[in-house]
C-alpha cells in the first residue's frame, strides 16, 4: 500500500466498502477510536482479508469502511462490529 498517514476520514473515502488493515494507529485521546494511521491493506472479501492479514506482528488495527447491515450474512463479524460501532460513534 502506502507508507503515508492518513486521517480516518480519509481512509473511509479512499478505500470504500473495504476491510482495511491499518499500522500504527493513533487514537483520539482517551478513546478507542482511531483518528489517523497507515493503511497497509485493504480487501472486498473478509476472506481474504483474514488470509493475507494473518501473522501480522505490528501494532495494529482493522476497520471495515462500509455499511454495517450488509455483513449481516455473517452474524460474528456483525455483532462484533456494531458493538465497536456503537462504542466509537
Do not use: C
Request: hydrophobic content about 40%; proline content about 3%.
Amino acid at each position: 500500500m502506502s507508507d503515508k498517514r492518513m486521517s480516518i476520514e480519509e481512509i473511509f473515502s479512499v478505500f470504500p466498502n473495504r476491510w482495511v488493515l491499518i499500522i500504527d494507529p493513533e487514537y483520539h485521546l482517551g478513546t478507542a477510536k482511531v483518528k489517523s494511521s497507515i493503511v497497509t491493506l485493504s480487501s472486498e472479501s473478509h476472506d481474504e482479508f483474514l488470509e493475507k492479514s494473518a501473522g501480522v506482528k505490528v501494532n495494529s488495527a482493522v476497520e471495515f469502511t462500509g455499511d454495517l447491515a450488509s455483513l449481516e450474512h455473517d452474524p460474528i463479524i456483525t455483532s462484533h462490529l456494531s458493538l465497536r460501532y456503537d462504542k466509537l460513534h
